[in-house]
């Protein structure tokens, strides 16, 4: 079928969802939802023989669902109804969710069904849990609303559906607020978690207002004398604030007119002044606690994890990521596993810090150099074997720098962006020009850079570039990584493995050096950086700000190709 995306932007489940429906031999084109002219335009080009909307923030017009059928995407169980369907299962603690596929109406989320799933809820952030929980059940339940449409099926009419969720309004920051006062950590733990990634929680720091994101428990450090709400600590880039019962660790912040950051980079004069209340090693903590960069070993396998916000890894991430890399290689193990975080393995360099910095020029100059050496450290290593696990999503230099490990184990389900040139045309570096054509050649590699599309798992396994997909379940995902890490660390022949690893990497840079590769990339990135073209700084600003779309790039509207012939 020719299927029509209406969608607010390419967000990961859109992407998802297109790449489940384009794998079923249909025919996908996207069009932004910039007003109603446009997508009127778009049907009109396309002639859809079904319209979705994955991701929409305003209702689709009645000149479009009175002439087709639209299927809504809404991360709500059956009945649920209203824009902050996962805002509220999360405050009011709802032990079970799902997303319903429906269709448009005239009145909102009100239509009649034609798929749901569930899921358990777990405590997590709203937009972790849309990228893995709701994002599977969204792309569970609209393959059977499609299958369904294409076989001459009907939608059953909400009122005849045993749903027993509801009309809620729009979460409003009264609804978010903390009373720092009463609330335990629990709670401020629930109310910054069901608004992170957007919008957070509007609260005062210091007197000065900000909303809050990225909470973490904490659960040894007492508040002593501070009173709740103050703030007690700082340890690397998260500030750490009294509760009624006890402390949560704060770890980003958006300052009123500003964007999202690291708490203590959003707040440094005040956070200087904080005392330090550092980890003594890399090792996983034995309490639950604040804590980045965590190392773990079983037998002879090591595995360093790094949940970064976001994947977003500026230069001091990427500095002592690879200090604690180095550190890690040292141990007597094997194996190295690099486990990434839960919701994102990397995406890159930090284009927030890199916005907010004195000279983002300079700045991307160095984060793209700090996260290079680390790219290297992994090329370097020659003891040990690396692996790259990737449990959550990898996008531009984060997905190369996973290939930089000997093999990257990926989970089914994860969406991979291996390419650059969506942020102004950036050339990239992480040596993906070193490792990525002899994976899938130079004609693949060059098909991959330029189309600027998303990548499954499975996909990324089929084209070469990654090496195993594992189970979509995040807990099967981390039993078979510990269970293949494993086996790898006991294979007869592991001292030859080693030795071939090194002869190989002997091979290639007696062909061509690292640095050579490495030098050549950065040359691109200079001009990115400091040349006549701003066109990575004009990107970059409008990606931290979140610009609205004024239009969807060719790549992804077909239907607006030169040459796009009108459907009989
Ligand atoms: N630096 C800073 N923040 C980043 C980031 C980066 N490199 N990559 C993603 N983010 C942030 C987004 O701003 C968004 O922030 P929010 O919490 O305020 O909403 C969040 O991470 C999730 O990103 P989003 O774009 O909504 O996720 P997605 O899953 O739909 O898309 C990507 C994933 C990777 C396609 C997209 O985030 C992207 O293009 N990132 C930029 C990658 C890049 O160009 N890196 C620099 C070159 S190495």
């Known amino acids: 079928m020719r299927i029509l995306f209406l969608t607010h932007s390419f967000n990961s489940l859109t992407q998802r969802l297109y790449a489940e429906l384009s794998a079923r031999d249909h025919e996908v084109s996207i069009e932004f939802d910039i007003n109603d002219a446009v997508a009127e335009q778009a049907v009109d080009l396309f002639r859809p023989q079904l319209i979705v909307a994955p991701y929409l923030r305003r209702a689709i017009p009645e000149s479009i669902w009175a002439k087709h059928v639209c299927l809504i995407v809404h991360p709500g169980i059956v009945g649920d109804r209203g824009p902050s369907a996962l805002d509220w299962a999360i405050q009011d603690g709802e032990a079970e969710w799902g997303v319903t596929v429906l269709q448009a109406e005239a009145e909102m989320d009100a239509g009649p069904v034609w798929a749901t799933a569930s899921f358990p809820m777990r405590r997590g952030r709203k937009a972790s849990l849309y990228r893995s929980e709701v994002t599977e059940a969204a792309a569970q339940a609209l393959i059977e609303a499609v299958t369904k449409f294409a076989a001459g099926g009907k939608p059953v009419p909400l009122v005849q559906t045993n749903g027993c969720g509801k009309l809620r309004p729009l979460m409003r920051q009264t609804d978010r607020a903390i009373d720092w006062q009463r609330d335990d950590s629990a709670t401020v733990l629930r109310k910054i978690d069901s608004a992170d990634g957007f919008p957070g929680v509007a609260d005062q720091l210091s007197g000065e207002p900000c909303h809050l994101f990225d909470a973490w428990p904490e659960a040894k450090v007492s508040r002593g004398d501070a009173p709740p709400g103050a703030i007690i600590g700082r340890r690397e880039t998260a ?33 200087s002044k904080l005392p330090e209340l550092p980890l003594d090693s890399w090792w996983s903590a034995s309490h639950t606690t604040w804590q980045d960069i965590r190392y773990e070993e079983a037998d002879e396998v090591g595995f360093l994890h790094f949940e970064f916000y976001n994947g977003a890894m500026g230069t001091a991430h990427c500095d002592r990521l690879r200090a604690a890399f180095e550190w890690a290689r040292g141990r007597p193990t094997r194996v190295l596993v690099l486990m990434g975080g839960a919701d994102f393995w990397s995406n890159g360099i930090h284009l927030n810090l890199i916005e907010q910095s004195a000279s983002p020029a300079d700045e991307s100059w160095a984060n793209i150099n700090a996260i290079d050496d680390l790219a290297e450290a992994i090329l370097r290593c020659d003891d040990k074997l690396t692996v790259a696990a990737l449990r959550g999503n990898a996008g531009a230099g984060g997905s190369f720098l996973a290939r930089a490990a000997d093999q990257v184990w990926v989970r089914d389900g994860v969406m991979l962006n291996p390419h650059y040139k969506n942020m102004g045309n950036l050339y990239g570096s992480e040596f993906w020009s070193y490792l990525l054509p002899p994976r899938v050649g130079s004609e693949g590699a060059s098909a991959i850079m330029q189309q600027r599309l998303p990548m499954t798992a499975r996909g990324a396994v089929a084209a070469g570039f990654y090496d195993a997909c594992l189970a979509g379940d995040q807990a099967a995902f981390l039993a078979d990584v510990a269970r293949r890490a494993a086996e790898l660390a006991s294979v007869p022949d592991f001292v030859d493995r080693v030795r071939d690893k090194q002869r190989r990497r002997a091979a290639d840079e007696a062909a061509k050096p690292l640095a050579v590769w490495r030098s050549e990339e950065l040359e691109h990135m200079r001009r990115n950086f400091f040349g006549f073209d701003p066109s990575y700084h004009v990107a970059r600003w409008h990606f931290v700000r979140k610009s609205p779309q004024s239009w969807t790039p060719r790549h992804l509207a077909r239907h607006r190709e030169l040459g796009w012939n009108i459907p009989a």
């Open 239 to 271: 500030l750490l604030r009294a509760t009624a019962d006890g402390a949560v660790w704060i770890g980003h912040v958006k300052r009123k007119d500003g964007i999202k950051l690291p708490a203590t980079v959003a707040f440094a004069e005040q956070a």
